[in-house]
């Protein structure tokens, strides 16, 4: 069971806007910067958002990260049937000196 | 091109010890921290250790510490990873990744190798 909690299952209707939270606490999100990756099926992990609300070269601006506090999501809009798959929030957390995962978020697409 | 290739997963049996390892291509290891990640069939990412871009300081994952470690041939340009007296629980993709930003920002990663355990 990981210490960032993550919905296990997400979905949105083509061109709607989805979110997927991440809850942490003050000794990971709280204090350092959130990354998220996308899974697709077979496939290693994707970075799609760093240092909470940075997009990598090549990611759709439909693609926007967030940090609030102990908590950060990760928004999707005009939500795409390529978009189907599993989402990943990731933190170092200081007081296990580890980068932790969230259990990842389901996304479907209807 | 910049990409990783890992190797050294197969069918091993309870007990026995292997090495995975993560070739490195279109970048030098020793400008980046580099990070081991497993993913179990079926299941989530599991981050399990991290080398220094200066190959002095890793980390662990409590889960691992103590049979698994991590270290680097910078002359070859790889990355290893020493798995000792492995269970069941071992068994998943092994995946490394590089950290682009040193805060744990992982923007290439392998395409994993992996690891069976079964009697």
């Known amino acids: 069971q990981s210490i960032l909690t993550q919905p296990p299952s997400a979905s949105g209707t083509p061109g709607q806007r989805v979110t997927i939270p991440c809850s942490g606490d003050?000794?990971?999100?709280?204090?350092?910067?959130v990354h998220w990756y996308q899974q697709l099926p077979g496939r290693a992990p994707k970075l799609v958002s760093f240092?909470?609300?940075k997009r990598p070269s090549g990611v759709p601006d439909r693609f926007s990260g967030s940090k609030s506090g102990s908590s950060a999501s990760l928004a999707i809009s005009g939500l795409q049937s390529e978009d189907e798959g599993v989402y990943y929030c990731?933190?170092?957390?200081?007081?296990?000196?580890?980068?932790?995962f969230g259990e990842g978020t389901k996304l479907t697409v209807l | 091109q910049v990409q990783l290739v890992e190797s050294g997963g197969g069918v091993v049996q309870p007990g026995t010890s292997l090495r995975l390892s993560c070739a490195a291509s279109?970048?030098?290891?020793?400008?980046?921290?580099m990070h081991w990640v497993r993913q179990p069939p079926g299941k989530g990412l599991e981050w399990l250790a991290v080398?220094?871009?200066?190959?002095?300081?890793?980390f662990h994952a409590d889960s691992v510490k103590g049979r698994f470690a991590v270290s680097r041939d910078t002359s070859k340009n790889s990355l290893f990873l020493q798995l000792l007296a492995v269970g069941t629980e071992d068994t998943a993709v092994y995946f490394c990744?590089?950290?682009?930003?040193?805060?744990?920002?992982?923007?290439?990663w392998g395409r994993g190798t992996m690891v069976t355990v079964s009697s």
């Open positions: 990744a590089r950290d682009w930003t040193g805060n744990g920002a992982f923007d290439i």
């Open positions: 279109g970048f030098t290891l020793g400008d980046f921290a």
């Open positions: 080398l220094s871009h200066d190959g002095v300081t890793t």
């Open positions: 003050t000794s990971n999100i709280g204090t350092n910067a």
């Open positions: 240092f909470n609300d």
């Open positions: 990731s933190v170092w957390d200081d007081r296990l000196n580890e980068q932790v």
